[in-house]
Structures are given as structure tokens and as C-alpha cells.
């Protein structure tokens, strides 16, 4: 049996109540482990080896779908990325005696959400450097740009001295809230900061 712990916590590292979670460490673990006992090892090795957390859910999304379809009776042959094609789909099947490709995507706005992704990654980067460790609740404009991450971390590094700590229940709530304007346009709102031990 591999021990595909290290690379769950490696790989799911965005993902705080996973990896806090030693039930679902273990329950991974073991899906991992059936999934290449089964066969499925490049659909295994997809996740093992990719070191982006923000691959991380697309890849444990096909996961979830591999195991659907496993359990599906009436699926027969289920393959991941059949091999002996230039472009494989992520699953091909045959149902009732019919074959079918299966691509996964995820809809949405591309642009956006990957600025949204960059931003919440470089939370994390900026952020975990405090000397305090504060929990902060962050809503983002759908105009904020990469081109606003440098200014903005400058900007809320700069005054986190001068924010009021949420202590309050009607606080905590979000009021006040703390806003980030750009050539008049709010980018960014903020919640009071508050910290996480008390």
C-alpha cells in the first residue's frame, strides 16, 4: 500500500480543512490507493505529482467522477486518458453497448477567476508573514486586476495597525467595513481584521 499522505498535504495545502482533517487524509489516501490497484495510475500519478494547489480541485473533481462511474453497474471498460490518442478525453466508457468520451472543464470566467485565484494565493503568501495571526474576510471586485496585487499587499501591510480588530459580535458581522479604491472604484472590501486567538 503507497502512502500518498506527504503528497495530500503537499498538494491540498490551500485547502485548510482537508489537510486538517485526519479522516479525510485517510479517506484519500485509501481512494488513492484503490484508484491504483484498479488501474487508474495515471489519473493517481496526475495527482501525486502536480505540486500546483490550484490544480488541486480540478483534479479531485476527476477523481470524484472516476469514482461515480465506477459504481455505475451498467459502465463498462472505464478508462482515464485512453491511451493511443493524441488528445485522450479524461474518461472514455462504453454504456448499453455504446461508447462515450468524457472531457471535464469547468465553466467561468477565465480572466477573473484566475486574478481571484492569484489574489487569494498571495493572501496567503503576504499574509502568513505577520507578526499576528489575523483572519480577514476579503470581497473583490470583479474590474481588480493583476496590476492591483503589488499596491494592495502595500497598502494593507502599510495599515493593518490602524485597523480596529473585530471584538464584537456586531463587528464580526462586518461592520465597519474597510474599502480599497483605484481612480474612485472600490476593488477591494475588507472586514475588520480579527484575531485568530483571542
Not at 133 to 161: C, E, M
Request: with cysteine; aromatic share 12%; net charge negative.
Amino acid at each position: 500500500m503507497t502512502d500518498f499522505r506527504p503528497d495530500i498535504h503537499t498538494n491540498l495545502s490551500f485547502y485548510r480543512g482537508i489537510i486538517k482533517d485526519p479522516d479525510r487524509i485517510e479517506a484519500l489516501n485509501m481512494i488513492l490507493n484503490e484508484l491504483e490497484a484498479l488501474g487508474f495510475d495515471t489519473l493517481v500519478q496526475n495527482f501525486s505529482t502536480q505540486r500546483d494547489p490550484e490544480r488541486a480541485s480540478d483534479i479531485l473533481f476527476e477523481i470524484s467522477i472516476c469514482q461515480l462511474l465506477r459504481r455505475n453497474l451498467d459502465i463498462q471498460d472505464l478508462q482515464y486518458e485512453p491511451p493511443g490518442e493524441e488528445h485522450p478525453a479524461d474518461f472514455w466508457f462504453q454504456l448499453r453497448g455504446v461508447s462515450f468520451d468524457l472531457q471535464m472543464k469547468q465553466l467561468r470566467n477565465t480572466k477573473n477567476e484566475m486574478t481571484k485565484r492569484l489574489f487569494e494565493r498571495e493572501c496567503r503568501r503576504h499574509l502568513s508573514r505577520l507578526p499576528k495571526p489575523w483572519f480577514i474576510d476579503f470581497w473583490v471586485a470583479d474590474h481588480f486586476t493583476r496590476q492591483h496585487l503589488n499596491p494592495f499587499f502595500a497598502y494593507l501591510k502599510g495599515s493593518l495597525d490602524q485597523f480596529s480588530p473585530a471584538t464584537t459580535h456586531d463587528s464580526m458581522l462586518g461592520e465597519p467595513r474597510y474599502r480599497w479604491e483605484q481612480d474612485g472604484r472600490t476593488l477591494v472590501l475588507h472586514r475588520p481584521p480579527r484575531p485568530i486567538f483571542w
